[in-house]
Protein backbone atom coordinates (compact mmCIF):
# COMPACT_ATOMS: atom_id res chain seq x y z
CA UNK A 1 0.00 0.00 0.00
CA UNK A 2 0.90 3.45 -0.56
CA UNK A 3 -0.28 6.28 1.58
CA UNK A 4 -1.01 9.38 -0.65
CA UNK A 5 -1.33 13.23 0.84
CA UNK A 6 -2.62 15.73 -1.39
CA UNK A 7 -2.18 19.64 -1.36
CA UNK A 8 -2.32 22.45 -3.11
CA UNK A 9 -5.96 23.14 -3.01
CA UNK A 10 -8.28 26.53 -2.04
CA UNK A 11 -10.05 29.45 -3.17
CA UNK A 12 -9.29 31.12 -6.52
CA UNK A 13 -11.17 33.29 -8.83
CA UNK A 14 -12.49 31.82 -11.82
CA UNK A 15 -10.08 32.36 -15.04
CA UNK A 16 -7.34 31.31 -12.18
CA UNK A 17 -4.88 28.76 -11.34
CA UNK A 18 -3.89 26.34 -8.93
CA UNK A 19 -1.45 23.47 -8.59
CA UNK A 20 -2.58 20.76 -6.88
CA UNK A 21 0.27 17.74 -5.77
CA UNK A 22 0.00 14.76 -4.54
CA UNK A 23 2.76 13.07 -2.36
CA UNK A 24 3.48 9.12 -1.68
CA UNK A 25 5.01 7.74 0.91
CA UNK A 26 5.34 3.89 2.18
CA UNK A 27 6.54 3.07 -1.92
CA UNK A 28 8.19 4.53 -4.40
CA UNK A 29 5.19 5.98 -6.64
CA UNK A 30 7.33 5.18 -9.29
CA UNK A 31 5.73 1.44 -9.66
CA UNK A 32 2.15 3.34 -9.96
CA UNK A 33 -0.16 4.61 -12.32
CA UNK A 34 -1.36 7.77 -10.96
CA UNK A 35 -5.20 9.42 -11.39
CA UNK A 36 -6.34 12.36 -10.40
CA UNK A 37 -10.38 12.70 -9.62
CA UNK A 38 -12.76 15.24 -8.37
CA UNK A 39 -16.19 15.24 -6.42
CA UNK A 40 -18.58 17.65 -6.54
CA UNK A 41 -21.17 18.14 -3.80
CA UNK A 42 -24.41 15.83 -4.58
CA UNK A 43 -22.27 14.19 -7.40
CA UNK A 44 -20.69 11.27 -8.23
CA UNK A 45 -16.34 10.98 -8.27
CA UNK A 46 -15.69 11.82 -11.79
CA UNK A 47 -11.85 11.15 -14.00
CA UNK A 48 -9.96 14.16 -14.24
CA UNK A 49 -6.37 13.01 -15.41
CA UNK A 50 -4.14 10.00 -15.61
CA UNK A 51 -0.68 9.32 -16.07
CA UNK A 52 1.07 6.11 -16.43
CA UNK A 53 4.27 5.10 -14.32
CA UNK A 54 6.64 6.63 -16.85
CA UNK A 55 4.92 9.79 -17.42
CA UNK A 56 4.55 9.00 -21.61
CA UNK A 57 1.03 8.12 -21.28
CA UNK A 58 -1.20 10.59 -20.26
CA UNK A 59 -5.05 11.04 -20.82
CA UNK A 60 -7.65 13.72 -20.11
CA UNK A 61 -11.59 14.03 -19.74
CA UNK A 62 -12.85 16.45 -22.58
CA UNK A 63 -14.14 18.98 -19.48
CA UNK A 64 -10.02 19.76 -18.15
CA UNK A 65 -8.44 18.99 -21.70
CA UNK A 66 -5.84 22.30 -22.85
CA UNK A 67 -7.12 23.59 -19.28
CA UNK A 68 -5.41 21.30 -16.38
CA UNK A 69 -1.62 19.29 -17.19
CA UNK A 70 -1.20 16.33 -14.78
CA UNK A 71 2.67 15.77 -14.19
CA UNK A 72 4.72 13.61 -12.36
CA UNK A 73 8.32 13.52 -10.54
CA UNK A 74 9.03 9.98 -9.37
CA UNK A 75 12.48 11.17 -7.76
CA UNK A 76 10.10 12.79 -5.34
CA UNK A 77 7.47 10.53 -5.20
CA UNK A 78 5.27 12.86 -6.36
CA UNK A 79 1.96 13.67 -9.44
CA UNK A 80 1.01 17.76 -10.04
CA UNK A 81 -1.93 19.01 -11.64
CA UNK A 82 -1.87 21.99 -12.92
CA UNK A 83 -5.24 23.53 -13.29
CA UNK A 84 -5.17 27.21 -15.57
CA UNK A 85 -8.40 28.82 -16.52
CA UNK A 86 -10.70 27.58 -13.60
CA UNK A 87 -14.23 27.82 -13.96
CA UNK A 88 -16.95 27.53 -11.04
CA UNK A 89 -18.11 24.08 -12.52
CA UNK A 90 -14.03 22.49 -11.40
CA UNK A 91 -15.21 23.42 -7.24
CA UNK A 92 -15.03 20.13 -6.02
CA UNK A 93 -12.55 17.93 -3.77
CA UNK A 94 -10.00 16.59 -5.55
CA UNK A 95 -8.45 13.20 -5.20
CA UNK A 96 -5.24 11.29 -6.19
CA UNK A 97 -5.50 7.78 -6.64
CA UNK A 98 -2.37 4.81 -7.33
CA UNK A 99 -2.38 1.69 -8.72
CA UNK A 100 0.52 -0.42 -8.42
CA UNK A 101 1.33 -0.97 -12.82
CA UNK A 102 3.97 -2.68 -14.53
CA UNK A 103 6.48 -1.26 -17.19
CA UNK A 104 3.88 -2.81 -19.45
CA UNK A 105 0.74 -0.79 -18.20
CA UNK A 106 -1.07 2.60 -19.52
CA UNK A 107 -3.16 4.77 -17.79
CA UNK A 108 -6.86 3.97 -16.34
CA UNK A 109 -9.43 6.42 -15.57
CA UNK A 110 -12.14 4.26 -13.30
CA UNK A 111 -12.36 4.22 -9.70
CA UNK A 112 -12.57 0.88 -9.14
CA UNK A 113 -9.03 0.40 -11.47
CA UNK A 114 -7.22 2.31 -8.46
CA UNK A 115 -6.85 1.34 -5.03
CA UNK A 116 -4.87 3.81 -3.15
CA UNK A 117 -6.68 7.32 -2.18
CA UNK A 118 -5.71 10.47 -0.83
CA UNK A 119 -7.86 12.15 1.68
CA UNK A 120 -8.48 14.86 -0.83
CA UNK A 121 -7.90 18.42 -1.09
CA UNK A 122 -10.74 21.55 -1.60
CA UNK A 123 -10.61 23.31 -4.36
CA UNK A 124 -13.26 26.51 -4.81
CA UNK A 125 -13.72 28.68 -8.08
CA UNK A 126 -15.82 31.84 -7.03
CA UNK A 127 -17.34 33.28 -10.42
Known amino acids: QVHLVESGGGLVQAGGSLRLSCVGS????????MGWFRQAPGKEREFVAA????????YYADSVKGRFTISRDNAKDTVYLQMNSLKPEDTAVYYC????????????????????WGQGTQVTVSS
Open 97 to 116: AARRSTIYSGYYTGTSEYDN
Open 26 to 33: GRTLGSYA
Open 51 to 58: INWSGVRI
